[in-house]
């Protein structure tokens, strides 16, 4: 709110100007957030399996091959806003994604997150790590230590869809 004392000269009207495109953009950023959800308007990957309450996907993240969401349908903030059996139905899928990243990708770690501080929309991040990927042994979340390697998985989507259909 300063920027509304700060007098437009032409020494600052740029700087005001600036001031005022951040806030704006920040305002637009916000009203994203509660207006539009970009996991209930869009699929948010490639998808692996949906059903009635929930849907696997894999995500196109650059050097983090295998990243699974499990994203429950209903737009609920919390795991504790699910009732006890959606909320262990749920988990039991997360674990499901994690069995199939572990048979056909062998990482050396499995990260499970869930955080939703973006997008409010109950979602699990179901991340294989390897050591030489660009962030371990820091979440993925923190600054890069290294660019990410060449590895490949072939066919990756149609394994990970055949793995999590086992029982
Ligand atoms: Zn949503």
């Given amino acids: 709110m300063i920027t509304l004392l700060v007098y437009p000269t032409a020494a600052n009207f740029s700087k005001v100007s600036e001031k005022q495109a951040v806030s704006d953009s920040i305002i637009k950023k916000t009203t ?64 499901r994604t994690e069995r199939a990243v572990r048979k056909v990708m062998s990482p050396d770690k499995i990260n499970l997150a869930t955080l939703g501080n973006m997008v409010p929309h109950l979602h699990w991040h179901v991340i294989p790590r390897f050591g030489d990927d660009p962030h371990f042994p820091a979440p993925i979340w923190a600054e890069a230590r290294r660019s990410p390697t060449e590895k490949t998985f072939p066919d990756l989507a149609r394994r990970l869809r055949d793995a999590l259909m086992e029982p």
């Avoid at 399996?49 to 983090?64: A, F, Q």
């Fill in 32 to 95: 994203k957030i509660m207006t539009k959800c970009e996991l209930c308007d869009s699929p948010a990957g490639e998808l692996l399996h949906e059903n009635d309450t929930l849907r696997v996907i894999l995500v196109d993240e650059p050097g983090y091959p295998g990243f699974c969401r499990v994203i429950w349908r209903d737009h609920v903030k919390e795991m504790t806003d699910l009732s006890r059996e959606d909320a262990a139905l749920l988990f039991d899928w997360v674990l």
